[in-house]
């Protein structure tokens, strides 16, 4: 798709940043209080290096996506690892190319901080994006626990 923008979050992003993290977390049937919007909002701004990330997709200079990421230190290399956290791009630009440019500038985040590893994880059930990340992506036997 012609005219995609990625770029990192800025203040100013931060009524259409809800709206995509909002159609996002509704899409996992999931939601967060207002205090983890506010002190996500923040985090994202931290200047700390294992602080999440974000960026936005604008296509013609509209927010149609959104990806957040968090470096994080591994006992596997002396590089971090980059988990991709959260990705999301409206349902009328899907299969135009938002997701994988959201992925690829988190690569580009990823090999320009020196990390060993980007990994993220999904739904089994979605089929839309898993076409995606078997182009973009190698998939894990790993299974994810999680505490009861």
Not at 76 to 83: E, I, S
Request: overall charge negative; hydrophobic content about 40%.
């Amino acid at each position: 798709m012609a005219g995609i923008t990625i770029r990192a979050l800025e203040k100013a992003d931060h009524a259409e940043w809800r709206r995509l993290w909002t159609a996002y977390l509704d899409f996992y049937e999931s939601c967060v209080s207002e205090e983890v919007y506010a002190t996500t909002w923040a985090r994202l701004f931290d200047s700390g290096h294992f602080e999440p990330k974000g960026m936005i997709a604008l296509v013609d200079g509209k927010p149609v996506g959104l990806v957040h990421y968090i470096m994080h230190r591994t006992c596997w290399a002396v590089g971090d690892n980059c988990y991709l956290q959260d990705l999301y791009a409206d349902p009328e630009v899907r299969g135009t190319g938002i997701g994988r440019a959201l992925i690829e500038a988190v690569y580009a985040e990823a090999d320009a901080a020196g990390a060993a590893n980007v990994y993220w994880m999904t739904q089994d059930f979605n089929d839309t994006a898993r076409r995606l990340y078997d182009r973009v992506a190698r998939l894990t036997p790993f299974i994810k626990y999680q505490r009861n």
